[in-house]
């Protein structure tokens, strides 16, 4: 994790110590990765479809074996604690895995029976969690018969019944309708609040961008970036904002001190690069006698970072493939 | 006492599942069985008269009920537990710290619970057909619990192999099923020429059969201590080779 946190030496929920799969088919999924979570943090995990993430979340939960390295939860050896390890951790896979055919309830109290739970405390906890999840109404339901966005807070209803001191969340939000997955963050951000560890992977970046502290890059099973948020997003050395005009552009009102595109009469694109603030920017407006209606990002500021890193990586590949000495 | 928490969450969910589509779990053995006992031993085992010193509906009778217990402690392991492979939520149990010996005992108490279950009922309705005076209580039930523990593994052991539900099928059909009715259900092995009568020795089901016969009319092709014995040995190597299995990740571990 970051650098500036080594002194204090937080206490980590998570700690991989070059960690590498290589699957019977000798595809490389993670090629020695090194990752520490800090206790209480909200961490996102990211990367293109087949970078390692969801590999890395089957070894954390004991679904995939992994070939060699090191994972310590809460200061817990997996290949040692492992039953240790499995009960601080909760899961909610990026698949549905809910038995269709038992009802909401009792999804959820099977679950907490696996982790020790008894029975008469299980169905309390059980109905804790579907309460928080607004479930509660719907539990003599069976899950097959529920909506996208239910299932979807039914297995984090599952997840967080033998309350795990790190949750992991592989795309919980994933076809889930902006509503219900807004409703989901807020209550993501509550339990983060009450001090369960969150690891996010997601591929909506604005929700990570929104909810989490630090964040991690990954792509073709190595780790590309690994920082504090707000860190990684001032990597960005410039931002694209469009700007939605009252009156068209004429050749007499010009934009000075700033690269920008006409995208149709009323919008135009303006790139502003690091050392350049946005007072400067309002003022050559004025200036120029522009009046801006609204103003808004063109591309999300991880989105951004997120694709640079992996187009560098897949212009680095190419090179490799094609010819070290053509530009590509 | 987590495990044994988690032992009593997957043998209820099992029984549970068992009672809740009870039509395809309990109807379909009985009525099946209630033809054997119609077609083979009123109407045919009427001609055939005698069979080891007994009616032939009397032997017979203990030859269905442990057909039926195998059959179906096999079917509900194999189907219950590839059903949970094939929709994943067999991965509740194995990110939690469920350990590999509770989920084995825990899906072989569901398919006991459905082998002794439809069991119970063939003996119900073998008692329409038939006295059925049972001489060893203690023998004929812990054969039947045995061969039932053996059998549920057996249906674990398919489970973690098959990939498709064609999987399944295979081996209650081409392997168990013939094993199954050569094994002493309709006959005793002294009908058999030597040669053959050898041969069905190597046939773990003969024992099991012959085992519960013992136990209910008295009469045996085998050593009942033989019979034990090899029940035991079939028991502990399908323990060995699920917890194998299950520790190695096979079929259901990346």
Redesign the interface.
């Known amino acids: 994790m970051a650098s500036s946190h080594a002194q204090s030496q937080p206490m980590h929920a998570l700690s991989i110590k070059n960690l590498s799969k290589t699957?019977s088919n000798g595809v490389v999924a993670l090629n020695g990765i090194d990752l520490d979570v800090e206790d209480g943090d909200f961490f996102a995990l990211l990367g293109p479809n087949g970078a390692g993430k969801t590999t890395v979340i089957?070894i954390l939960?004991?679904?995939?074996?992994r070939t060699s390295g090191e994972i310590t939860v809460f200061g817990h050896n997996l290949s040692v604690e492992?039953?240790?390890v499995?009960?601080c951790?909760g899961?909610v896979?990026q698949?549905?895995?809910?038995?269709?055919?038992d009802n909401v309830f009792?999804c959820v109290l099977?679950?907490a029976?696996?982790?020790?739970?008894?029975?008469k405390e299980a169905k309390v906890r059980t109905q804790q969690c579907l309460e928080e999840l607004q479930l509660w109404d719907r539990r003599t339901e069976t899950a097959r018969n529920l909506s996208g966005g239910m299932k979807r807070r039914l297995m984090i209803a599952?997840a967080l019944v033998?309350k795990p001191r790190l949750l992991i969340l592989d795309e919980p939000t994933a076809g889930v309708d902006i509503e219900i997955r807004r409703s989901m963050w807020d209550y993501l951000k509550h339990i983060n609040e009450m001090g369960t560890t969150i690891i996010l992977t997601t591929h909506y970046l604005e929700e990570a961008e929104n909810l989490c502290r630090h964040v991690g890059i990954i792509d073709a099973g190595r780790i590309v970036e690994n920082d504090h948020m707000s860190a990684v997003l001032r990597k960005l050395h410039q931002e694209m904002f469009v700007l939605s005009l009252k009156e068209p552009l004429s050749d007499q009102r010009k934009l000075k001190g700033f690269n920008y595109k006409e995208l149709n009469e009323t919008e135009i694109e303006v790139q502003v690069f690091h050392d350049q603030d946005l007072n400067t920017l309002f003022d050559a407006l004025s200036e120029a006698g522009i009046s801006v209606l609204s103003m808004r990002n063109k591309r999300n500021r991880l989105e951004e970072l997120f694709m640079r890193l992996v187009e560098r990586r897949e212009q680095e590949h190419i090179q490799k493939v094609i010819h070290p000495e053509i530009n590509v | 006492m987590q495990q044994f928490v988690a032992l009593k969450t997957i043998a209820r969910k099992e029984v549970v599942r068992i009672l809740r589509i009870w039509m395809q779990t309990i109807v379909p053995p009985v009525i099946t069985m209630s033809l054997y006992f119609i077609i083979f031993g009123n109407l045919i085992g009427r001609r055939v008269g005698e069979m080891g010193g007994f009616e032939y509906m009397q032997f017979m009778a203990p030859g269905l009920i442990m057909m039926s217990v195998i059959t179906n402690s096999y079917g509900n392991v194999v189907s219950s537990f590839f059903a949970a492979k094939f929709q994943r939520h067999l991965e509740e149990m194995l990110v939690a710290p469920v350990s590999n010996s509770v989920i084995i005992i825990g899906h072989m108490a569901g398919g006991v619970a459905r082998g002794l279950t439809v069991g119970a009922v063939v003996t119900v309705v073998a008692l329409f057909f038939t006295e059925v005076n049972v001489q060893h209580p203690l023998i004929a039930f812990s054969i039947l619990f045995l061969t039932s523990m053996v059998f549920s593994l057996g249906g674990m052991i398919n489970a973690i192999f098959a990939t498709k539900f064609d999987d399944i099928s295979i081996i209650p059909s081409f392997v168990l099923g013939p094993l199954t009715y050569l094994g002493g259900v309709f006959y005793t092995t002294a009908l058999l020429p030597d040669f053959w009568a050898k041969l069905s020795a190597l046939n773990p089901i003969l024992y099991m059969v012959n085992g519960f016969r013992y136990g209910v009319i008295g009469v045996s092709d085998i050593d009942i201590v033989t019979a034990y014995t090899i029940i035991i040995i079939f028991l502990l190597l399908g323990f060995a080779t699920c917890s194998f299995l299950l520790s190695r990740g096979i079929g259901i571990r990346e």
């Open positions: 699957y089957g939960t004991s679904l995939i074996n492992r039953e240790v499995k009960n951790i899961v896979p698949e549905l895995n809910l038995n269709q055919w009792n099977h679950c029976g696996f982790y020790g739970i008894p029975r599952r033998h």
